[in-house]
C-alpha cells in the first residue's frame, strides 16, 4: 500500500504539469456551463420544459465532457506513452509492477473526474442556482458506473494503441462519437427518437444521470416510455465489464 500510495502521488504530479488535460478535463465543465449560463434565453423557464430552464436540463451534458475527455483520451494517451518508451516494460523488472502503475494511474484519473464533477455542481448551484442532484445516491451510481463504462472503452484503446499519438486519434474519434450518440452535442430534446433511445445505452449514460438529477428533467429528454432507471445502470455497467474483459486480454505491456 505504501508503494501504491507514493505510485499515486508521482501521477498526481505528473497529472497536474498536463495543463490542456486539467484545463479541459478538469475545469472546462464548470466553465461551459457557466458561459451557457450567461445566456439570457437559455435562463427563462418555459411552461412546456415544466418551468424549468434550459440551462437547468442541460446541467448533466455539461459533467460528461470532462468525463469522456479522461476516460477515452487522456487514460489510454499516457498508457500509451508508458508503453512507446519502454516505462511498462522496465518497470517489469522492478518491484514496481507494471499493474500498479496502471492502478495508480486510474485512481488519479477517477479522482480528477470526481474533482471535475463537484467544482461544476457546486458552481451551477453558487452561480446559476441549479439545485443539486435530486437523487445523489441514484446519481452517485449512475455517475461511477457511466464513468466505468467509459473507462472500459478507453482501456480497450490503451490496450491496442502502440504509440501515444495513436491513442490520441482513437481517443478523439471515441469522444466524438460518444458525445454525439449520447446525446451531448445536440439537445436530446430535439434529436430523433432514435438517437434519444441509442444515447441511453451508450457511456456514460446521460439520461440516466440526468434523470437522477432531475425527475422533470429527466421525463423531459427520454424518449417515449423511455428506459428504467436502472435498465440503462445494468447496461453500463454490463458495458463496463465487458469492456475491461476485452481490454485485459488484448493489453500488452511492451
Do not use: C
Not at 436540463?57 to 512507446?84: K, S
Not at 446519481?139 to 463504462?149: H, N, P
Not at 430535439?190 to 432531475?214: F, K, Y
Amino acid at each position: 500500500m505504501p508503494a501504491l500510495l507514493k505510485m499515486v502521488k508521482v501521477e498526481t504530479r505528473l497529472f497536474l504539469r498536463d495543463s490542456a488535460t486539467v484545463m479541459f478535463g478538469v475545469l472546462f465543465p464548470a466553465g461551459l456551463l457557466l458561459v451557457l449560463g450567461s445566456i439570457p434565453a437559455l435562463k427563462e423557464s418555459s411552461p412546456e420544459t415544466g418551468g424549468l430552464r434550459s440551462i437547468d436540463i442541460w446541467a448533466p451534458t455539461a459533467l460528461v465532457f470532462g468525463m469522456v475527455m479522461i476516460a477515452v483520451q487522456h487514460v489510454p494517451a499516457v498508457i500509451a506513452t508508458y508503453r512507446e518508451r519502454g516505462i511498462l516494460r522496465r518497470l517489469s523488472t522492478t518491484p514496481a509492477p507494471p499493474r500498479r502503475v496502471l492502478l495508480a494511474q486510474m485512481i488519479v484519473a477517477f479522482a480528477s473526474v470526481v474533482v471535475s464533477a463537484a467544482l461544476m455542481i457546486f458552481l451551477a448551484w453558487a452561480v446559476l442556482d441549479i439545485a443539486p442532484p435530486e437523487r445523489p445516491l441514484e446519481f452517485l451510481a449512475a455517475f461511477v458506473v457511466g464513468y466505468a463504462a467509459l473507462l472500459g472503452i478507453g482501456m480497450i484503446s490503451a490496450a491496442v494503441a502502440r504509440t501515444s499519438s495513436a491513442a490520441n486519434q482513437i481517443g478523439t474519434l471515441l469522444f466524438v462519437a460518444l458525445m454525439f450518440f449520447g446525446g451531448a452535442f445536440l439537445p436530446r430534446t430535439l434529436m430523433p427518437d432514435v438517437l434519444r433511445e441509442a444515447g441511453e445505452s451508450v457511456p456514460p449514460g446521460l439520461q440516466a444521470l440526468t434523470a437522477a438529477w432531475s425527475a422533470e428533467a429527466g421525463e423531459i429528454t427520454a424518449t417515449a416510455g423511455g428506459r428504467p432507471f436502472w435498465l440503462q445502470i445494468a447496461i453500463m455497467a454490463g458495458i463496463a465489464v465487458a469492456g475491461s474483459a476485452i481490454a485485459a486480454k488484448l493489453f500488452r505491456w511492451e
